[in-house]
């Protein structure tokens, strides 16, 4: 008889959460009762869920000790809140928003570094790293060993759905404004994002550089096993409402042989590698899409030890709800 389980879906209004519920359908998690949580304001309101509406509880007053598993996707502060009180309940945890201490709870990557989980103790709190830090360790650990990465460069233009539901209003808002020949007054965004490039998604540190860029070449670095490995990391914000796209240069040991790159990439299953006579987007290709896609792979101009690659991804499903699920699969097959 299959063993199913007692789950918590924290943050279940938000657009990661509905995510996270519709796949746990899809994928025919093995669940008991599924408990959607969220914030006081949220409670009493429902979320679909195999054909029936399940009413929304109130995360001040729910029983962690009730589930077996719970999924964090409220933001960082909620985590940091309740995340320990779940875990001192004997409920797993799984954060989508980077709210503890990697040392407390592992980033993990199926695709890249499943292995740590052996080393993770009950109750098991991990971290399901940022959209774009999952969507390059697919890409990045697929490639061939013998490549020996040195340092890796990121430009990641980002969707507004980075910012949760908000931001998908306001991009929508702001288009509205602008199409009807209103004027504009930027709200979530300090200034106009409608068909606009911001070139940061968050205030700078004294040294310019945003918490996400910080927190993406951490990631990077312990999902690689590679803790010194120099990463440079550059987010902007693009008007697309769902789906990242990373523009990655890497530099080698020694000459990229670009053929060993296409075959590595090919074969690996959570990759979808598009030939370099087109190239993948995010409306076109990545959104909806349980894959990261990798097109423009090629040598650099006149270094041959430099390695190109352009990656689209859906930075709500792949690279947050899918991940934190596959995370929950491997989790109740090997150690719960």
Known sequence: MTRTFDIAVIGATGSVGEALVQLLEEREFPVANLHVIASGESAGSSVSYKGKNLRVKDLETFDFSSVRLAFFAAGSKVTQKYALQAGAAGCAVIDLASG???AQAPRVVPEANAQVLAAVAAPYLMTSPSAPGV??????AALPESLSIRRVTVTACLAVSSRGREGIAELAR???ELLNGRS???RLFDRQMAFNVLAQ???GDSEGHSALERQIAAELQELLAIPTLP???TCIQVPVFFGDSLS???QAESSIDIKQVYAALDAAPSVELVELDDYPTVVGDAVGQDVVYVGRVRAGLADPAELNLWIASDNVRKGAALNAVQLA???IKHYL
């Open 329 to 331: 699969e491997l989790l």
């Open 174 to 176: 702001q288009t509205a």
């Open 248 to 250: 990655v240069s890497l």
């Open 184 to 186: 504009l007054e930027p």
């Open 100 to 102: 503890l201490p990697a």
């Open 201 to 203: 998604v968050e205030q």
């Open 135 to 140: 969507a390059l360790a697919t890409v990045l």
């Open 231 to 233: 990463v440079a990391v």
